[in-house]
Nanobody
Framework: QAQLVESGGGLVQAGGSLRLSCAAS????????MGWYRQTPGKQRELVAG???????NYANSVKGRFTISRDNAKNTVNLQMNSLKPEDTAIYYC?????????????WGQGTQVTVSS
């Protein structure tokens, strides 16, 4: 069964940096559009950043210029470098993989990692 395992969350002061990593099963990574989402209590999960198999990226307006998503196809990992963190970036961050199949798209999620930014 496909798995996504996140790491790298934690507590950081405003203005600091964190790097999140997500290791994916090889069977899904090569064809998947990968992404990072985040969620806070009472709110819907929102897309933070996404990256295609060819390396095209997109970002939420709130993180543009501060966050960078990248993928290492040799290691089946996707990373999110977060700089200039703000208290409003505090959330649980989830790794996501959207895998195309003959019947549509299958979506996978990691277990989530907490990011807390103190003011």
């Amino acid at each position: 069964q496909a798995q996504l395992v996140e790491s790298g969350g934690g507590l950081v002061q405003a203005g600091g940096s964190l790097r999140l990593s997500c290791a994916a099963s090889g069977t899904i990574f090569s064809s998947a559009i990968m992404g990072w989402y985040r969620q806070t209590p009472g709110k819907q999960r929102e897309l933070v950043a996404g990256i295609t198999t060819r390396g095209s990226t997109n970002y939420a307006n709130s993180v543009k210029g501060r966050f960078t998503i990248s993928r290492d196809n040799a290691k089946n990992t996707v990373n999110l470098q977060m700089n200039s963190l703000k208290p409003e970036d505090t959330a649980i961050y989830y790794c996501n993989a959207d895998v195309p199949t003959a019947w549509g798209t299958t979506r996978y999620w990691g277990q989530g990692t907490q990011v807390t930014v103190s003011s």
